[in-house]
């Protein structure tokens, strides 16, 4: 049983940062990622990054703009979000799948560890 906890999240202007955390009760061989539901939208993957080696997974609508890393505890990961948009206005949830080949975390669907979501709010 892994717990997860995020923080981070709150209320920006359009073109501000904001850095998530992910806290894991224990280190997993495995992924860490990050996803995010809008109201009346599908949850969507945001982005991965695997425990054993660092390899990191963005989707298309993040990437330049989004970092995902981890401490060296490997046991917490960030999503540093830079020049944020309205659209990217989401409840933020930590995710984690344990496996053993780092391209799985690109793979949204096998996630199936749950935090309990930070909201994330940009204005126009």
């Known amino acids: 049983q892994v717990r997860l906890v995020e923080s981070g999240g709150g209320s920006v202007q359009a073109g501000g940062s904001l850095r998530l955390s992910c806290a894991a009760s224990?280190?997993?061989?495995?992924?860490m990622g990050w996803f995010r539901q809008a109201p009346g939208k599908e949850r969507e993957g945001v982005a991965g990054?695997?425990?054993?080696?660092?390899?990191?997974y963005y989707a298309d609508s993040v990437k330049g703009r989004f970092t995902i890393s981890r401490d060296n505890a490997k046991t917490t990961v960030y999503l540093q979000m830079n020049s944020l948009k309205p659209e990217d206005t989401a409840m933020y949830y930590c995710?984690?799948?344990?496996?053993?080949?780092?391209?799985?975390?690109?793979?949204?669907?096998?996630?199936?560890?749950w935090g309990q979501g930070t909201q994330v709010t940009v204005s126009s």
């Open positions: 995710a984690t799948i344990r496996v053993d080949y780092r391209y799985q975390c690109g793979d949204w669907y096998r996630y199936d560890s």
């Open positions: 224990r280190y997993i061989l495995g992924c």
């Open positions: 990054i695997y425990t054993g080696g660092g390899a990191t």
